[in-house]
Nanobody, 123 residues
Framework: VQLQASGGGTVQSGGSLNLSCTAT????????MSWWRQVPGKEREAVSC????????YYTDSVKGRFTISRDNAITTSYLQMDRLKPEDTAVYYC?????????????????WGQGTLVTVSS
């Protein structure tokens, strides 16, 4: 299984970015997908998660109302639309795929990680 994340970059505070993550070699439509972020010296944090059918999502409190997770099972891609970005959102963002039938929570199970994509929000 390979996960290819893209869409990171540098934006000003209040701006938007849309991250995408394309999976190959997996049973994508049966797996939960999640996005995590990490800053140096801190533990990796689950930002958002979406169940296989997309009928249930999880967001960490700090991004609720600003970030939106979605998925397109036809093209095995997950998205994280990030709006009203803040400097504290600056981090390396990782996508991850969970086990078949996986649920979403503040610590979703992970089978595979994608490479990180850097998001920098300037004040």
């Amino acid at each position: 299984v390979q996960l290819q994340a893209s869409g990171g970059g540098t934006v000003q505070s209040g701006g938007s970015l849309n991250l995408s993550c394309t999976a190959t070699g997996s049973t994508f439509s049966f797996n939960s997908m999640s996005w995590w972020r990490q800053v140096p010296g801190k533990e990796r944090e689950a930002v958002s998660c979406i169940t296989p059918s997309g009928d249930s999502t999880y967001y960490t409190d700090s991004v609720k109302g600003r970030f939106t997770i979605s998925r397109d099972n036809a093209i095995t891609t997950s998205y994280l639309q990030m709006d009203r970005l803040k400097p504290e959102d600056t981090a390396v963002y990782y996508c991850a795929i969970g086990p078949t039938g996986g649920l979403c929570s503040d610590r979703p199970d992970i089978d595979y990680w994608g490479q990180g994509t850097l998001v920098t929000v300037s004040s």
